[in-house]
């Protein structure tokens, strides 16, 4: 009984094998621009490090989403339905554009909120992060394509799909840190000419409606 126990715990996770090659394959898919990256940039050098790194953790919290929606099968649905996924992907980039032409119309709140020492605001960082993420289909189809091919099917896949959906999320949200902080550096850097800032935001609202215009195009 007890040997039978720890047989169906092992099989609850996967293999040394299957992480490391889960792993790989999540660092490279991180690393490929994409729409995580993109907005994280785009809200670094709109709003700010502190507000892109909240942007980051909500991000985060929606991939979480995803990944639970998966494991009960729920993905499944909106990877084999034209129609869900276009009503995903649709919503995703309407909100990345709106959240780009704000950026373009208040361009100069930064100089603004630095003349005045105020910081700025532009709704709640984390929920924006997370609906960019939870409404990203091209995650989803990543999900449902790839997370499957690293579990053990004599074990209980879900429980190993949201195993490995939290390991890329942590992989996910620590690349995204790093280019927040590396884009907020050059904010800080152009933002000692306060005119500047202008630029900065009209700059990464122009990222935004970019990739919101990439997402809607884009199978």
Same mark, same amino acid.
Request: aromatic share 8%.
């Given at each position: 009984?007890?040997?039978?126990?720890?047989? $169906?715990?092992?099989?609850?996770?996967?293999?040394?094998?299957?992480?490391a090659?889960?792993?790989?394959?999540?660092?490279?898919?991180?690393q490929? #621009?994409? #729409?995580?990256?993109?907005?994280?940039?785009?809200?670094a050098?709109?709003?700010g +490090?502190? @507000?892109?790194?909240a942007?980051?953790v909500?991000?985060?919290?929606?991939l979480?989403?995803q990944?639970?929606?998966?494991?009960?099968?729920?993905?499944?649905?909106?990877? $084999?339905s034209?129609?869900?996924?276009?009503?995903?992907?649709?919503?995703?980039?309407?909100?990345?554009?709106?959240?780009?032409?704000? $950026?373009?119309?208040?361009?100069?709140?930064?100089?603004?909120?630095?003349?005045?020492?105020?910081?700025? +605001?532009?709704?709640?960082?984390?929920?924006?992060?997370?609906?960019?993420?939870?409404?990203?289909?091209?995650?989803?189809?990543?999900?449902?394509?790839?997370? #499957?091919?690293?579990?053990? +099917?004599?074990?209980?896949?879900?429980?190993?799909?949201?195993?490995?959906?939290?390991?890329f999320?942590?992989?996910?949200?620590?690349?995204d840190?790093?280019?927040a902080?590396? $884009?907020?550096?050059?904010?800080?850097?152009?933002?000692?000419?306060? @005119?500047?800032?202008?630029?900065?935001?009209?700059?990464?609202?122009?990222?935004?409606?970019?990739?919101?215009?990439?997402?809607?195009?884009?199978?």
């Amino acid at each position: 009984m007890a040997a039978a126990g720890r047989h $169906a715990a092992h099989c609850a996770v996967p293999s040394t094998s299957q992480w490391a090659a889960f792993l790989l394959a999540s660092l490279i898919f991180i690393q490929v #621009p994409g #729409p995580s990256l993109l907005f994280t940039i785009g809200r670094a050098l709109t709003v700010g +490090r502190a @507000e892109a790194l909240a942007s980051v953790v909500g991000n985060g919290l929606g991939l979480l989403v995803q990944i639970v929606l998966v494991a009960v099968g729920l993905g499944s649905l909106v990877a $084999a339905s034209s129609t869900a996924y276009t009503v995903v992907k649709v919503a995703g980039a309407a909100y990345v554009l709106w959240l780009g032409i704000q $950026a373009i119309r208040h361009r100069a709140d930064a100089r603004r909120s630095l003349d005045a020492a105020v910081p700025i +605001r532009r709704g709640n960082p984390v929920r924006i992060g997370f609906t960019v993420g939870v409404t990203n289909p091209k995650t989803i189809v990543f999900f449902v394509a790839f997370l #499957p091919q690293f579990t053990d +099917r004599s074990g209980v896949v879900p429980v190993q799909v949201l195993l490995l959906g939290a390991a890329f999320t942590a992989l996910a949200i620590a690349s995204d840190s790093l280019w927040a902080l590396a $884009a907020g550096r050059a904010r800080d850097w152009f933002a000692r000419r306060p @005119e500047r800032l202008d630029r900065l935001s009209a700059t990464g609202g122009s990222m935004m409606v970019g990739l919101g215009v990439l997402l809607l195009v884009r199978d």
